[in-house]
């Protein structure tokens, strides 16, 4: 378990960091968060790539945990329009996480084999999709609005250009669709330090 150690530090980190900044918008679509939280399936990734996928797991159920801990603490923080964290936001972050970072493992194991930039770009844009997909579906389409009936999420229903400028969809669609290209985004640039750590671990074996 110890030489895990860095890698549950980093996830708990990456994920408590998130946690905050989501709360700081950047114009209209976005938040900080979407910055820094792709960054939890590099760590995944490089755990997986370095001591196997039961290893990534343990990595991932550790951030989970975290996330479950931060959410809690959200729930009894009010702000101007309610408890940052309402039951709906937590279930959608919680369940996205879990499934999200699962499926990126299984896949990067999968691919561990192939050309060293598809296992960790293909198996962060499954992770990435499916995670940006649960969460905003969960926390704000006004069809799961029987998980939290008392929290109101009309707002997210509104119909708004995608993007402020493509086909006239719920506000939560273009929410959802602007994280998930950042998502994308940063798993590209994440491909970089993936190379450099994977080219000094194999380095230090040698």
Known sequence: MKKLLPGVIAMAVIV????????????QWLTWGAFSYPFAFLVSELVNRFYGLAAARRVVYAGFVVGLICSAIGTQIMGEFGPLVTMRVA?????????????????????RRAEWWRAPF????????????????????????WLEPANDVSWAAGQVPLLGAGPEVPLWV????????????VDLLALMPFRI????????LA
């Open 174 to 185: 273009s929410l959802a669709v602007a994280d998930w290209c950042v998502k994308v985004l």
């Open 197 to 204: 750590a994977v080219a000094k671990y194999a380095a230090r």
């Open 16 to 27: 408590v960091v998130s946690n905050i900044l989501v709360q700081y918008p950047i114009g």
């Open 122 to 145: 293909l198996s962060s844009l499954a992770g990435s999709s499916i995670d940006t997909v649960l969460f905003f579906t969960l926390a704000f389409s006004s069809a799961f609005i």
């Open 91 to 111: 279930l959608g972050s919680g369940l996205a996480f879990l499934v999200g970072q699962l499926l990126d493992v299984s896949v990067f194991d999968k691919l």
